[in-house]
């Protein structure tokens, strides 16, 4: 493998994947989009806006090129749900459209790993509380940030299987790190954590060091497809805000909207509850079982 080019650096997974693929003896380079502080001798820092598509084209036709690049480790860049608009739609889904398109005749890549979160899928009453890969996806939501990553997420599958690129997306479970983008992470950096009376849905973590184990596997595998991520922590929500050492408080849910978006006012959050509402309801948890037979993944770290 000539080298990497890692989306997404300056976050803890960005960052962690970028290390992991730096230690990797087949990876020749790895360049490293957004990254500020160097993270390893043989990772290179290069500075884009990814939100215009001449900035896509600069870098893949400049730096990738000249090292020979053959490999995008990618995923969506913008983590606040409170956000919305046509620069985080242009970050998020029309780059990657445009990476797409520009990869297909790019002279040195030839693979795409993206990293979608499990948030892609749907959850309601009825459905299986175990998600494996052909569960259905959250389609005609009106929040703009979960709409964009659907969107993004079916963007990278429709073009399986059209061109050279070989495509491998892996949805993964939520990163409880700081910095990461989890609404989890902001919705408990609350004293008291507000949940929906008569619901204590099964939620599963990942830490961003099995976020890289994955990609790397991944990698090694070069197993075109798409994989569902567990991590090693699952838990009901209120086991979740008490090992978060929160205090719970359960009220009916239709107070939980305005009351989290009086918190987003005052206070600045990005805790969205209509991105979060049916996982809030129902359970989901990821079946790892395709990863792990496929690509040899199995998580390794509590998220805890």
């Not at 020749?28 to 502080?37: K, N, R, S, T, Y």
């Not at 900035?55 to 000249?66: A, I, Q, R, T, Y």
Request: charged content about 20%; hydrophobic content about 40%.
């Amino acid at each position: 493998m000539s080298g990497v080019l890692c989306t997404g650096a300056g976050t803890p997974v960005g960052d962690a994947v970028a290390r992991a693929l730096a230690e990797q003896p087949g990876v020749g380079h790895v360049l490293a989009l957004g990254g500020q502080a160097p993270l390893h001798p043989r990772i290179q820092a290069v500075h884009a806006d990814w939100s215009r598509m001449r900035g896509v084209h600069d870098v893949l036709f400049g730096p990738v090129c000249e090292l020979g690049i053959d490999t995008v480790v990618h995923g969506p860049l913008h983590r606040r749900a409170s956000d919305g608009g046509s620069r985080h739609h242009a970050l998020d889904v029309e780059s990657t459209r445009e990476l797409l398109r520009l990869a297909e005749r790019h002279p040195t890549l030839r693979r795409l790993i993206y990293l979608s979160p499990a948030c892609v899928y749907r959850q309601r009453p009825g459905f299986p509380e175990t998600i494996q890969e052909d569960h259905p996806l959250q389609l005609g939501l009106g929040q703009p940030w979960l709409r964009d990553r659907v969107e993004g997420d079916l963007t990278v599958c429709a073009r399986m299987g059209m061109g050279r690129l070989k495509i491998t997306v892996l949805r993964l479970a939520e990163v409880l790190a700081r910095g990461a983008g989890s609404q989890l992470e902001d919705f408990l950096s609350s004293r008291v954590c507000v949940r929906a009376l008569g619901y204590d849905p099964m939620i599963n973590l990942i830490t961003p060091g099995d976020v890289a184990r994955a990609v790397v596997a991944a990698l090694q595998a070069d197993r075109p497809g798409v994989y569902n991520i567990a991590g090693k922590t699952t838990l009901p929500l209120s086991a979740l805000i008490a090992a978060a050492g929160r205090i719970g408080l359960a009220l009916p849910g239709p107070l939980l909207g305005p009351l989290y978006g009086l918190r987003a006012r005052l206070f600045g959050r990005s805790f969205v509850y209509g991105v979060n509402r049916d996982r809030f309801h129902y359970s989901g948890v990821l079946d790892g079982a395709r990863a792990a037979r496929d690509l040899g993944y199995l998580p390794r770290e509590a998220a805890l």
